[in-house]
């Protein structure tokens, strides 16, 4: 699958709204970010947070070339050219393509941006444990785990544990040289 990244913009809310069913999922997909329920104006405010000069993050919704269809949403977050380091987050499949074998190419296509137009040497990322999918999606994309956070987030009455994983710039160019001459 071909996915194509382009940036969110006001008229994406609307659909990403639809995608976010209960509490869990949005904990899931924003960590404590957002707050349930998602509201319009919520997503505006994050949208324009991309805005910034320089930019804090980078919102992306993922394009299936093929269909044009919107089957994604990822951010790099937390933006520092001093360090050239971000955070890979809130990456969530639209539902009607879940286990679609979205997760990659959308990854992918992120990691591209960062490494090669954003010359970002470490990107890293959370996932909650249970997350088995995501976590092998990270790991297939070239991501380490690199430490364990107990109790990370409280959802309802339950504590949700999560891995901390990252990939550097060389680990990225050596699963994907290609991609560093044609960045060129």
């Given amino acids: 699958m071909k996915i194509e990244l382009l ?8 659909r990403l709204l639809t995608w976010i069913a209960s509490e869990a ?15 319009h104006s919520d997503l505006l405010t994050y949208q324009l947070t991309a805005e ?12 299936e070339t093929e269909s044009s269809a919107v ?6 977050n937390d933006l520092d050219f001093t360090f050239r ?5 809130r990456v969530l499949i639209n539902p009607a393509y879940r286990n679609q074998g979205v997760c990659l190419p959308m990854v992918n296509a992120a990691l591209t941006i960062g490494f ?31 430490g364990f956070f107990r109790h990370f987030s409280l959802v309802g009455d ?3 544990d999560s891995w901390s994983m990252a990939i550097l710039e060389d680990e990225w160019r050596s699963i994907h040289p290609r991609t560093h001459q044609e960045g060129q």
């Fill in 158 to 160: 339950q504590w949700w």
């Fill in 116 to 146: 090669d137009h954003l010359h970002l040497h470490r990107i890293s990322l959370r996932v909650y444990d249970f997350n088995h999918p995501a976590i092998r999606c990270y790991e297939r994309a070239g991501f380490r785990r690199e």
């Fill in 71 to 76: 089957v994604g949403h990822i951010e790099l």
């Fill in 7 to 14: 940036p969110f913009d006001s008229t994406d809310v609307d």
């Fill in 52 to 63: 910034k000069s320089p930019p804090i993050r980078k919102i992306y919704k993922a394009i």
């Fill in 25 to 39: 999922e949005l904990v899931q997909w924003s960590g404590p970010y957002f707050k349930y329920p998602l509201q």
């Fill in 85 to 89: 380091s971000a955070s890979l987050s």
